[in-house]
């Protein structure tokens, strides 16, 4: 190349190709690929190929999608429509086409007047989750690059709104099930550990009692006041990570309202299933959040970074992540009827983030992404009924939403069904087809099998569910 940084049409063509060879080659061998390859991760680190410096002149660009190959290949694979571990984010190929878009135009977002039209594609796309969730017209926010960035600034956000400057005797209410990137953000927006109360949960392990009980919730947040404190925020959790339970978002609506608390959803997971009816319904609440974070990067199948803020008035939003003053560098910019969104979170380096989201929306349709979602609903309810019934395995409770926690039964001690358990998800996982993970839920073990990957469908589900009937009945005995 005459000018290497700077490919001709023709140089850019051919890189172009390269990659989508390459692509289309994963693709193609994902049903089949690993799902999770720890066997040799030291080999892989140590290969001096993978971990060699840049060199003075360049590689051949397919012998570096050799090495990001090799680099792939250990570890865990959400992509595969048999991962029914963690959260799976399964990637869809149509935002990595909007990413590949953006990063070509190359265009800041931080503000409105550097590029108008595509803040104001994004600004469409956050409106409309706004109305998915039922929030009124002042509801406002940002796409993040995750979860956690997003409840940090709720957190913010819910501080400077109802603490102010002297906000070190705030505490704030979520149950031991929320999601550890709440008392993470919590810390980083400057509380000491004792401000975040763990509020207890109703009724037993196996009895689905995981959702917070709004009268301890009650209780608590009068003994902070009669001792000084100042309660000012609750978290609701719209599906825990755990096992998918959605707290009693209508009855902690109703308190915050009678105590003037924050109100704050964390729908990271589960929130995008206000799409569907079913979901929409159990979700019921969610609409009178002061905050929600969702996670597009989960329920709506995009590359994993895509995460969303939505708050209930914009101004709230904007009033704790502004600046006192105007860079001076900036005063020839127009001001336009559209969000700047380095005024409404931490970042003022920004890309185009919304094209990601928007583009799988306007290419593929909404009813696609209910269809999907439906999909996820019917087939935990399936999974739950297969599995149920099976000697030697207990199951919480119904799934509320795409999530079915489990846990081996029967003679032993609780530490003996514990090793029990996780030999269950041993021997699944090893046969190769589909990936489950555990959890630790009031110091048990449980283990989870969460759907909510695009490209899984009834017929890897029902792998997943005949290895576990049949290991967990091997394991239970004559």
Not at 148 to 153: F, K, N, Q, R, V
Not at 180 to 193: E, N
Not at 340 to 367: I, K, M, Q, S, Y
Request: net charge negative.
């Amino acid at each position: 190349m005459d000018r290497p940084l700077e490919p001709d049409d023709a140089q850019w063509r051919a890189m172009a190709g390269q990659v989508v060879d390459y692509l289309s080659g994963v693709l193609a061998a994902l049903p089949d690929a690993p799902l999770a390859d720890l066997s040799y991760p030291h080999d892989v680190l140590a290969d001096p190929d993978l971990r060699r410096p840049p060199p003075e002149h360049g590689r051949p660009l397919a012998e570096l999608l050799a090495v990001v190959d090799r680099a792939a290949r250990p570890g865990l694979n959400p992509s595969s429509p048999g991962y029914f571990a963690f959260i799976p984010g399964s990637g869809l190929v149509s935002a990595g086409l909007a990413d590949l878009v953006a990063d070509v135009l190359n265009r800041y977002t931080g503000m409105a007047a550097p590029a108008p039209g595509l803040v104001a594609l994004e600004a469409d796309v956050l409106r409309w989750l706004a109305d998915g969730l039922g929030l009124p017209a002042t509801a406002g926010g940002l796409l993040t690059s995750g979860g956690s960035i997003a409840t940090l600034s709720a957190l913010i956000t819910a501080r400077h709104d109802r603490l102010g400057e002297d906000f070190l005797s705030g505490t704030l209410y979520a149950t031991d099930q929320v999601h550890h990137a709440v008392v993470k953000a919590a810390r980083l927006a400057g509380f000491p550990t004792g401000a975040v109360r763990i509020v207890p949960t109703a009724g037993g392990l196996h009895d689905g009692g995981l959702h917070m009980d709004v009268g301890a919730l009650a209780a608590a947040v009068a003994a902070d006041r009669a001792a000084g404190r100042t309660p000012f925020c609750v978290v609701g959790s719209a599906g825990t990570t755990n096992t998918g339970t959605v707290d009693p978002l209508p009855a902690i609506a109703d308190l915050c309202a009678r105590e003037g608390l924050w109100f704050h959803v964390d729908g990271a997971y589960g929130g995008a299933f206000a799409l569907t009816e079913r979901g929409s319904a159990r979700l019921r609440g969610i609409e009178r959040a002061d905050s929600v974070v969702l996670d597009p990067h989960k329920g709506l199948f995009l590359p994993f970074g895509t995460g969303a803020l939505l708050v209930r008035d914009v101004g709230a939003l904007r009033a704790a992540h502004s600046g006192d003053d105007e860079a001076g560098y900036l005063h020839d910019l127009d001001e336009l009827e559209l969000p700047d969104f380095a005024a409404l979170g931490p970042e003022l380096t920004r890309d185009t983030r919304g094209l990601r989201l928007w583009l799988p929306l306007h290419l593929h349709g909404v009813a696609a992404f209910r269809d999907a979602l439906d999909e996820k609903l019917d087939l935990a309810a399936a999974a739950y009924a297969s599995l149920r019934d099976v000697d030697g395995l207990t199951l919480l409770a119904p799934p509320e939403l795409s999530t079915i926690a489990f846990r081996c039964s029967g003679p032993g001690t609780p530490e003996e069904l514990d090793a029990r358990t996780a030999e269950l998800l041993r021997r699944v996982d090893a046969e190769g087809r589909v990936f489950l993970a555990s959890t630790r839920v009031r110091g048990r073990r449980l283990g989870r099998l969460c759907v909510l990957n695009h490209r899984t469908d009834r017929a890897r589900l029902d792998e997943a569910v005949s290895a576990l009937r049949r290991h967990a009945r091997d394991l239970a005995g004559p």
